[in-house]
Nanobody, 123 residues
């Protein structure tokens, strides 16, 4: 069973940095984790979940407008792990951050989500 586990969230002061990790396990044989679209989303209290950053299957990086060069998405193919380096954090970045991967199963593409890791940025 595919599982995504996020880590690295916490409390940080404005201007600080955090590095989030998303470790994938249970990837079906024949599927290469790094060759699939994956990304980070966030959901602040009372708001809808929104895209933060995404890696396409081809390796291109896409970022939400509010990132403004502060965050970097990456992955370690050998570890089946995706990262989000977040710098110059601001209070409005406070949210639960979720990782997502789309895997091409035999029945069709399936979205997988982690349970999230909370990030709190104090002013």
């Amino acid at each position: 069973q595919v599982q995504l586990v996020e880590s690295g969230g916490g409390l940080v002061q404005a201007g600080g940095s955090l590095r989030l990790s998303c470790a994938a396990s249970g990837i079906p044989s024949g599927i290469i984790f790094s060759m699939n679209a994956m990304g980070w989303y966030r959901q602040a209290p009372g708001k809808q979940r929104e895209l933060v950053a995404r890696l396409t299957s081809g390796g291109s990086r896409n970022y939400a407008g509010f990132v403004q060069g502060r965050f970097t998405i990456s992955r370690d193919n050998a570890k089946n792990t995706m990262y989000l380096q977040m710098n110059t954090l601001a209070p409005e970045d406070t949210a639960v951050y979720y990782c997502n991967v789309v895997l091409p199963l035999r029945t069709g593409p399936v979205d997988y989500w982690g349970k999230g890791t909370p990030v709190t940025v104090s002013s």
